[in-house]
């Protein structure tokens, strides 16, 4: 039985970028804010040392900082006649755990979705008609345009910090940034970083072959720097121990480096950490949250009153507390009702190989945002006709890492193991580097999450069930990409490249990318959303959900300045909305 | 943050002031008391006066002399176990006399010899905010120390030698300015506690007032206007910065100084702080003259650059700058410069963490390193940082290390 503890005003469960943010804005208007965050209590003082943070083995191959399956995993399966088994070790995506969560073992890429992504539904049958839309899709609008999430773009990078060259301020294109990207109000924060040998040839080779290449905005910062909340950080060290490891150098923007200093000074903040919510509870009408269950670190269980739940955990797991407690109707795939659960979308990979007969790349020197792109190819800045698919990609040279454990690419038909290998790995260690394209995924009708009917949780409760597979559209549209990426690989003078090419059905084994979105979508209508344009749920209006979970579908960027951006946009109406509490958009 | 823990207690507290019996403030002193949290605030009581993890003011912290500890008590109104029973007079007496009510002696780790400067209306709008707090039951033993020092009566003859009872006296010539930071640091601020050295008796030497001292094994620095290793190559607004944010572009609080920092002069008055500065600027500059630097050939120095530039320069730079509001400047730095190298050691051995401040809340971590150089290696690369870009200081040596380094193991025990 649930002890019940005193009132707050909010409730945030999870604690990542967006929680904190929220608790840091709400908590300056004076109000209780309890943020309940199922991992543990993570900073850049106590926990990442440079003596031990970059430290391969425990956190890239044993996962110190993410979620073990047995506190809560998924089962998967590609489509819905197949039967779903569980996750038993994170493969293709690695949910975090803790304090920071994702924005703590992020790489860092950071950036703005295209104007035309926001209204790509309408945009796409305006200039091809119905027929380029694919078969099965759920393509939707968002409710949201671009025009109205810039100045919330604009305040997450300044928060974050982030190193990029615009490339058009206020409808002046400026040279050497992204001649694609939707107006900007100011330039970003802090000038890129400095690129490396492999950017340098490919910058050479897209410039000649017309392309557009400009650095890629990144949360690895090029220069000291403190953001509005007087947070500091300094210049990136080129480690490369981004991508799953916390930053020892308060180099990379996450919540540690840019929000959560300031926020341990407010009064009116409290965290519970090792608390992880269970249940969203509801009114007996079911209009109105009173609060949220935890289980804290002892098996205790609480209730937690609050006027306001901000549902702030990673998207996959806000889908599911959703669907726990009542939240909005569940998605039915077999009647195409319903929308919690509706519209999960991911990310291609594709792209090109490329191995030098005489080159030096230094693969080492890194970082998990380093690196040129070009946007030609994406969204739809480029003639769509003649090729029959909806999305793009963004095309890009870097290097994230060299490091020792995992890194050590060799040719296609290397021996796995053995002196043939090692001899492999020696000889192109130095001489290989990538040209890859990170594409869009739309979202269909069978692609979706619901609850397990079988597996539990080790508190009893249903697991999330994620039915996904790349659909023809997506095949399509990255195989063209990598032969984009393999004739930029060849102008940069690759004496073999080899393509990298989506086939078969999506698995769930090899590490992909974390970019996992939608299932409480934000839209315009509340038969095919969970969410309104202020990501308040259309049901029960006292609950506001945050993160990728609310993108209609994913383009084809990283998704983390989006949901930056949603998050200050949903903040502006937070505060409305305590104005004068209700819908904020009448269904 | 507020730990789970923390918001039950505070809840606890707030539920006392509700109870009959107990002292609150008279309705009509708000300003008086006002005045009172500011002065608490700048003599920073509460971080002597409050234990680990307890209630502010309620005492239980030991202090370590060189004479044993001896625990601090509770100054929250509270009949039993506090000062609840103390008149205006009582506490008046203890500031400028260092006696309790009924007369018994305090130690001088109560910095009455400088609190008797404190005005008597400072003191009593002092009383007057202690007695606005909510009364905490919090006992404490109040008779630690050893034999002999545990005879209080001993404190006639102390007080014989060192202590010169009086009222503050402003300096005429000078600026009120000058003479409201006199006030602040020779009276309540009580700086020269910690930054000038100690006689055999722990008394403050006064003919060395604010040149630096070790205290818990960290370097109190040259507070005067000494251009080696004081104040004298930073501007008044620099230290008024540096109280303010804890920082500077040269230094971050680290160390005592951090505690102080937040607790204290973080929240005080600009104008107090500013009045601060321009009394240790303009006071005077004391010090040991610099040794000329160690030459970059030298052994030591060959090995402490290979260390610094392999565990060091990627925060600190190569160049010695550091970062702005994150890793300090070693070039040109006075800790890192000062005659006694404790801090320095003691930072690489163990490591340490910035002050945080409203304006400054990164509060960024110095790594321990203790456990990967060896007395030499750590010799090696503090001789180098106190030697290079411009710096000169006395080398260091294992010895001074290892010595060190079982002081601050043992006194983490």
New interface residues.
Partial sequence: MARRL?RKDVVVVGLGWTGSIVALELARQGLDVVALERGPWRD???DF???TAPDELRYAVRHDIFLRPRQETLTMRNNPSQTALPIRRWGSFLPGNGVGGAGLHWNGQTWRFLPDDFRIRSHMIERYGEAIMPEGNHIQDWPVSYQDLEPYYDKFEYVAGISGKAGNIKGEIQAGGNPFEGARGRDYPTPPMTQGYAQELFTKAATGLGLHPFPRPSGNLSV?Y?NP???????C?Y?GFCEWFGC???SKSSPQ?CVL?????E?T????TECEVTKVNLSSDGKTATGVTYVDAEGREWEQPADLVLVCAFSLFNVRLLLLSGIGKPYEAAKDEGVVGRNYAYQTGSGSTAFFEDAKFNPFAAAGSLGVALDDYNSDNFDHGPHGFVGGASITSAHTNGRPIRYHPTPKGTPAWGSAWKKAVRDTYQRVTNVGAQGSVMSYRNNFLDLDPTYKDPLGRPLLRMTFDYQDNERKMANWMAERCDEIAKAMGAKTTQLNRLTGSWSVVPYQTTHNTGGAIMGSDPKTSALNRYLQSWDVSNVFVMGASAFPQNAGYNPTGTVGALTYWAVDAIFKYLKSPGPLVQS | ????VA?LRG?AVVALLGMPGVAVADPDNAIEVAHGKALVTAGDCVACHTAPGGAPFAGGLALQTPFGAIMTPNITPDDATGIGTWSADDFAGAMHEGRRPGGAYLYPAFPYPYYTKVTRADADAMYAYLRSLAPVANSVNRNTLPFPFNIRLSMIGWNALFFKRGDFVPESGRSDEFNRGAYLVEGLGHCGACHTPLNAFGANKADYFLQGNQIDHWTAPNITNDMQTGLGKWSVEEIVQYLKTGQTRTSIASGPMKDVVENSTSKMADADLKAIAVYLKERGAAGLSAPSPLPATDARMRVGEAIYVDTCA??HMRSGEG?????PRLAGSVIATQDDPSSLIRIVLT?G?GA?T????????M???G??LSDEQAAAVVTYVRNSWGNGASPVTAEMVKALREKVSAARE
Avoid: Q
């Avoid at chain 1, 909340?229 to 210049?235: E, F, I, L, N």
């Avoid at chain 1, 200093?261 to 000074?265: E, H, T």
């Fill in positions: 005193p850049t003082a106590s040392n440079i003596g000291a403190t909340y007087g947070c500091s950080m300094a210049p060290s480690c020892a150098n308060y480096t200093p300031a926020l341990i000074r009064p903040f409290e965290a519970r | 943050m507020r730990s789970w918001t809840a990627a925060c970062v702005v509001h994150l890793f490591g963490r945080s409203d304006a400054t809340p990164t509060a960024p971590a790594p321990s390193l456990y990967r």
